[in-house]
Every structure is written in C-alpha cells, then in structure tokens.
C-alpha cells in the first residue's frame, strides 16, 4: 500500500529535549506523513524523559510514529532488568544523566525502574530493530556489509561502526542509520545515509525529509532550525 505523506528520519537525541522540540515544530508532521526515530533518546544529555515524552507525542498530530531501539535504549533496559545487553556499561555510558532526569539519586539505583512512568517502561519495551521502506531501511548503527537482510544480527544493527560505513553491501536498499557521530550528513548512495551530527556534542539534531530532499538541522543551545535541500538520488 503506497504511503501518501512525507517520510522523516531523525537522528540520535541523546537527551537534548530542547532541540527536539524546535525539530518537531519545525517539521510539523501530520496526518499521512511517517517519522522515523533511529535511537538514542536517552544518555549524555539532560532530559532523556523529556525526549521520550516529546517522541510520543509525534502521532497525536496523526502521523505514524516508527521507533527504533538505539544501543543505549538496549543497555538502559539490560539494566533496568528487562532483556537486553551491556546493562554493567548503562551508567558509564551517560546512564546517570538519564536517570537523573526521571529523579533517580544515587542511593536509589536499585530501586530505579520504579521511577519511570509506565508509559515510559512500554514505549521503551516496544522500539522496533529496523524498518523497512523500499528504497530505504532504517537501523540505528548499520548492518553487516556481507549478509543478506535476513541474516542481519541484532548486534550488528545496534552497534556496529567501521565495517558496515567503510564498506559497500549486498542489501538492496539505502541504509540509513545513526549511531556514529559525524560532522555533517553522510550521504553515501546508493548504499547508505548517516544522520547522526552530534547533536549532545556540540553538533546539530539532523531531520531528513525523503519526498522533496530537506535536511532540517537544529544546532546545540539553538531555538531555530534551518533547512535546506539535499540531493538523495532518484
């Protein structure tokens, strides 16, 4: 079934949930239109709870909201004790700040899943791993360059770097991912598209629009966002 609106892929957040909400504004989806999140709400920046409130409200306008699991989403919840992986590294990992931002305390670590909303427990529990949407496949890192589709491992989509931006791959379809922080936008057609521009770094929260070619950009501490086009192929 064809898909009438425009289709947005936001980069990693990390907890800066000032940006996001000039992004969200900025972009205005509504009805028909598709928003892609590629993970890392949380960690580093200072209102993970903030971010993940501002990303549910994305279908009260009445578009679709697409939310991907980021590693850190995985490490938080290894930790919190659900499934997942690395929880030991969640709070060296920029964990503190994400649970501070729920008013965990030190002395209150154990005891921390309890602090989060249950909205918050089910929205986290229920990230997707990737997204495919012919000609493009959403993942939060990338894949593993010589695998098919549906040999692609969880590990590889939530963590993998080098190898996978290096390196041409068999998929057919453009990757675009997050995860490793860069400069500016890569584009690397036909094989892959990275949006993660540091935002929690000092860099910018990249949005790319598919349909016409935008790239909105919020930079760190700013209240506008600006726009211009991007050339992504036929």
């Known amino acids: 079934m064809p898909h009438a609106g425009r289709l947005f892929a ?3 957040v ?25 993970g ?4 580093r920046g200072p209102s993970a709870r903030d971010v993940i409130d501002l990303a549910m409200t994305v279908e009260n306008s009445g578009a679709e909201g697409i939310f991907l699991k980021g590693n850190h989403e995985d490490m938080m919840l290894s930790y919190l004790g659900f499934p997942g992986n690395y929880g030991d590294s969640f709070l ?6 994400t649970l501070e931002s729920y008013g ?26 990737s997204y495919l949407r012919p000609p ?5 890192a990338g894949i593993m360059p010589m695998r098919q589709l549906e040999e692609q491992q969880t590990e590889d989509l939530l963590w993998i770097r080098q190898e996978f931006i290096f390196n041409p791959h068999r998929v057919d379809a453009t990757v675009v991912f997050g995860h490793t ?47 211009r086009s991007v050339s992504l192929g036929s």
């Open 40 to 43: 890392d709400y949380v960690d």
């Open 104 to 129: 965990v305390r030190e002395d209150d670590l154990a005891e921390a899943v309890h602090h989060l909303p249950d909205s918050h427990l089910k929205f986290l529990n229920g990230l997707a791993i």
């Open 10 to 12: 936001i980069g990693d």
């Open 181 to 227: 922080p860069m400069r500016s936008l890569m584009i690397d057609l036909p094989y892959k598209i990275g949006i993660d521009t540091g935002l929690v770094y000092g860099g910018k929260l990249s949005c790319v629009e598919f349909n016409e070619g935008v790239l909105y950009q919020v930079a760190r501490g700013s209240r506008q966002a600006k726009s």
């Open 14 to 38: 990390h907890g800066c949930a000032d940006e996001l909400a000039v992004l969200l504004k900025a972009i205005a989806p509504t009805t028909g239109d598709t928003v892609v999140f590629v």
């Open 92 to 97: 060296f990992n920029g964990g503190i700040a």
């Open 136 to 140: 493009y496949l959403f993942v939060h």
